[in-house]
């Protein structure tokens, strides 16, 4: 006998927006994604650009190091602090326009005590 589709699923609910931050009834929608994609490993998160905003990407830029190496475009994060408000509006515009591309990463490579070489990267 085949079980019912909604079995061991809640009903639709509406909820109230999770909250962050200082400011207690700061919605966002972040937490939720980062949950999902926690959960199910080959969830794929589309669309993320309209979760940011200027004011987000500031937050957020307080919590990058800053003592670290200029990216694969050369630009310091003292360069482009210089002009961070005119910056972040770009960045967030392109990315609400779809147009930004992110830049390939550097990739070193690592002797290993075999002989071979693993392969260095963000995010590897």
Same mark, same amino acid.
């Given at each position: 006998m085949a079980k019912?589709?909604?079995?061991?699923?809640?009903?639709?609910?509406? =909820?109230?927006?999770?909250?962050?931050?200082?400011?207690?009834?700061?919605?966002?929608?972040?937490?939720?994604?980062?949950?999902?994609?926690?959960?199910?490993?080959?969830?794929?998160?589309?669309?993320?650009?309209?979760?940011?905003?200027?004011?987000?990407? =500031?937050?957020?830029?307080?919590?990058?190091?800053?003592?670290?190496?200029s990216g694969v475009?050369?630009?310091?994060?003292?360069?482009?602090?210089?002009?961070?408000?005119?910056?972040?509006?770009?960045?967030?515009?392109?990315?609400?326009?779809?147009?930004y591309r992110a830049?390939?990463?550097?990739?070193?490579?690592?002797?290993?005590?075999?002989?071979?070489?693993?392969?260095?990267?963000?995010?590897?």
């Open positions: 019912d589709v909604t079995e061991g699923r809640s009903s639709h609910r509406t =909820l109230a927006p999770d909250t962050v931050g200082p400011d207690a009834r700061k919605p966002t929608s972040l937490r939720g994604i980062a949950q999902k994609a926690n959960a199910g490993k080959r969830h794929r998160c589309r669309d993320l650009c309209r979760c940011l905003n200027v004011e987000l990407v =500031l937050e957020c830029g307080d919590d990058l190091k800053q003592d670290v190496a475009d050369g630009v310091t994060w003292q360069t482009y602090a210089e002009y961070l408000q005119a910056n972040v509006e770009v960045l967030v515009e392109r990315l609400e326009q779809k147009r830049k390939l990463s550097r990739r070193h490579y690592i002797p290993k005590g075999n002989g071979q070489a693993r392969p260095l990267a963000p995010g590897s």
